[in-house]
């Protein structure tokens, strides 16, 4: 998850339906599958398989993206679905956006929040087995600039893959025959993708140190 620099470095929603769920005697797996948040912020590892390992180890050039979107980095981009999908298909992206078979999935949510109410800029909902994706939120507030809204997809789309992949299960039901319990196992899952998701934040900034924070963090998560 994405967060603004001093916002800490919670689990947020993706965590908050499943133990919500579980905690207050409801379904599991619902409360998974609603709370299944993954957030992205203004900052914007080990690939489990061929087509997420290619897209954390890319080294993108955003500012070419930019430019052959028309776009400078610092330019504000009117937040549309025109202008979304001319992201998600720019040569940068393309291959593992049509890869995710999401097209359809992705929609512009005024002032999008997470669980716990603050403001987030992209999310990422999949399917209760965790081997898919229902849909996918990004802020109209990450179409502020080029720049954010180009790290917002990014990030996303890295959790997409995670899930079409099969990368996100497998890790699930690894730690379920570790022993461990569903809750457990799904945070464990959470943490790994979102290592992934900063790796290619990183990938694409290796000089901003949130990044690198980040991904610092989650992997104590998981130590």
Not at 170 to 187: E, N, T
Request: glycine share 14%; proline share 2%.
């Amino acid at each position: 998850m994405l967060l603004n620099a001093g916002a800490g470095g919670a689990a947020g929603g993706l965590v908050g339906g499943a133990m919500n769920a579980a905690i207050s005697g409801g379904n599991f797996w619902q409360g998974a599958a609603m709370g299944a948040i993954i957030g992205a912020g203004t900052g914007l590892v080990s690939a489990s398989s061929n087509r997420l390992g290619s897209l954390v180890k890319r080294e993108i050039c955003m500012r070419e993206a930019a430019v052959g979107d028309g776009y400078a980095h610092g330019d504000a981009v009117p937040a549309t679905q025109q202008e979304l999908e001319k992201v998600l298909n720019d040569p940068s992206l393309r291959n593992d956006y049509l890869a995710s078979d999401t097209k359809g999935k992705w929609e512009i949510i005024k002032d999008l929040r997470g669980e716990e109410g603050g403001k987030i800029f992209g999310k990422t909902i999949p399917t209760k087995d965790f081997r898919g994706v229902e849909k996918v939120q990004i802020s109209n507030k990450a179409f502020a600039t080029y720049r954010k809204l180009y790290n917002t997809v990014g990030h996303e789309l890295v959790h997409v893959t995670d899930f079409t992949s099969g990368a996100f299960r497998g890790w699930y039901d690894a730690q379920l025959r570790l022993g461990l319990g569903k809750q457990a196992a799904y945070i464990y899952a959470l943490n790994r993708t979102e290592i992934n998701a900063y790796s290619w934040n990183f990938n694409q900034d290796p000089n901003n140190s949130w990044y690198s924070q980040q991904i610092d963090y989650f992997k104590g998560l998981i130590r």
